[in-house]
Structures are given as C-alpha cells and as structure tokens.
C-alpha cells in the first residue's frame, strides 16, 4: 500500500469527502476528532453570507490543535481541502494563496488538474489527491504533478463515474502506485476494506456523513438518506452540468420526472462562488448508492464506531475464509 505519511495513523483508511454545502468546519473537526479525514470544498466559505475561508482554516487548526493537546494519545486526523479547478471559480487563486498561508496538509483537487495549483501545495508542504471518473483524467492528473488519486466510480453520491470501481481500480493500479483511494457506496467498514483488497489505499465516503449532527444539511434531507436505497438513486447531468447521483424523492418532490430526466447543457457548468440553482432545484439532493447502510441521524463519533466495528468485523471474516480455502 502507498498509505501517505501524513495519513499513516489513522484510525480508519477513509476520507471523509468535500461535500457542498453541507461539509464546515462544524463536520470537519468532527469527522478529524474522530480519526478519519475531513473535508470541505473552498467555496462552501460563502463571503456573501460573512462566511471567511480564512477564518474557517485558523477555526480548525485551533480546535484540532486543541484536541490534540488535551488528548495526547488520540491526536485528531489530518484535515483537507477541496479546490474547484475549474474556469468559472473565480476564486481560485485567492483560495489557493490562503491553503499555502495556512499549511493545510491535504488538498483534494476537482474538475481540472493545474500545475500551478499542485506547484503551490508543494510549497507548503501538502500533498494533493485529484478526483478522477477514469483512466485518461488519472494520467493527465499524476503527469501534472498531482502525489495521489480518488477514483470516483459508479455509485459515488453526487458528482460520480459510471465505471465498476473493481475497474477502475485495476486501470490505475497497472501504472500507478501511489495514494488511490476509493469512492462509490463506501458506506460499510466492509465497503473499506473491499477498497483495499481491490489495491486503493483506502475509501472516500461522503452521503453516510450528511446524516449525522454536525453535517449542514436539514433535517428532511437527514430523514430521506436514512429511509432509501441504492433504488432510490437515478444518474443525471441536468443539475450541474456534471454527471452525478441524486434522490429521486427530491427530484420527484421537485415536480420532475426522476425516470425522464433532460440532458444538460456542459457548456453552461458554473462553480462560481455565487451560483445559484433554478428555484425549482433548491432541495434536489445529492447521494450515493451505499445508503441502506445509513439507518439513523447519528454523531459523527458513533459512525466512525460502526464503520471501525465493521471493518473489524470484516477483517475477522475474509481472513477465516481465505484461511478454510
């Protein structure tokens, strides 16, 4: 495995992905205190709402520094960011220069691989982890100067891939033995450690987070995770631009047809820091399709329980089944 150093003592091998919206540093000091990666895209600091980036980052550096003072033996995960690579984020730069001034220690790059952006995390001493759907966004991403990957298969809630992640996978492990990790259902303890046997270094799991306490998501998006299934999932790019998965509920409640979806417009994706869904479009909702695992609205802390049980559990059952082969 090709675990980077500075996530080699965590609790579990995941990640806790950048989600919009919901992911603060509320969920991400929770999810670092708990032992695994937290997450957040840049642009959820909304500076139109008086919500500063800059703020955000001394915020969690001061409550992980302080955990890790009062708690020596149980030092809290590392944290990172999420950067939209992308022309219409305007802000790139400015976010880019703030993640340098803080040292943050991971960042996790979308929707365009930039040398100067890998150039500047190098700077500070961070490592960079480039989300990719397949292969040919994978090489560009490591000839770029990206230290590692997430490969983003069928199943990932909101923005997702459609190829098998045992696929996936074995493409990127036949040149790339670096940081992969996995995303696509990572909802289970047993979900992490499939990602291991298939040869990623770990998982990427973000909808079995949005139902949890410290998530900013409301509570009738909590509700609908924890009552659906993978059946209640449907693929689209009408929303954003991007293929991705979503609950049909919300699509449904929205007044649309979740099984008629139209095509979208890729020429008009917009990531810029103001951008604003159709009103009809508020509260259609991202999520992937490991949710039957997600019984209940819990703290942070005690799914990091049950996903760390299972993945014991896991561990026991395939080594006395490998054992009687």
Known sequence: MSMPDVMKNLRLPLIGSPLFIISTPDLVVAQCKAGVVGSFPALNAREKDGQSLDEWFTR????????????PDRPAAPFA??????????RLERDVEL??????????????????????????????????????????AIEKGA?????????????????????????????????????????????????????????????????????NAVDRYKQMITESGASDIVYSDLFTGVWGNYLKPSIAAAGMDPDALERSDPSKMNFAEDREKPKSWKEIWGSGQGISAVKETVPVADLVDRLEREFVAAQARLTAQLQAV
């Open 60 to 71: 969690i550096k001061d409550q992980l520094d302080r955990h890790d003072e009062e708690n």
């Open 81 to 90: 960011v999420n950067h939209i690579v992308h022309k219409s984020n305007a």
């Open 99 to 140: 993640s340098v001034k803080h040292k943050v220690p991971i960042w996790i790059t979308s929707l365009g691989a930039q040398e100067w952006v890998y150039e500047a995390a190098h700077s500070c001493g961070a490592i960079v982890l480039h989300d990719v759907i397949n292969d040919w966004f994978a090489h560009k």
């Open 147 to 215: 230290d590692g990957l997430v490969a983003v298969a069928a199943g990932a809630g909101g923005h997702a891939g459609a190829l098998s992640p045992l696929a996936l996978i074995q493409e990127i492990r036949e040149w790339f033995d670096g940081p992969l990790f996995l995303s696509g259902a990572i909802a289970r303890g047993d979900s992490i450690l499939a990602s291991m046997a298939m040869g990623a270094d770990g998982g990427y799991a973000g909808t079995a987070f949005i139902a949890t306490n410290e998530a």
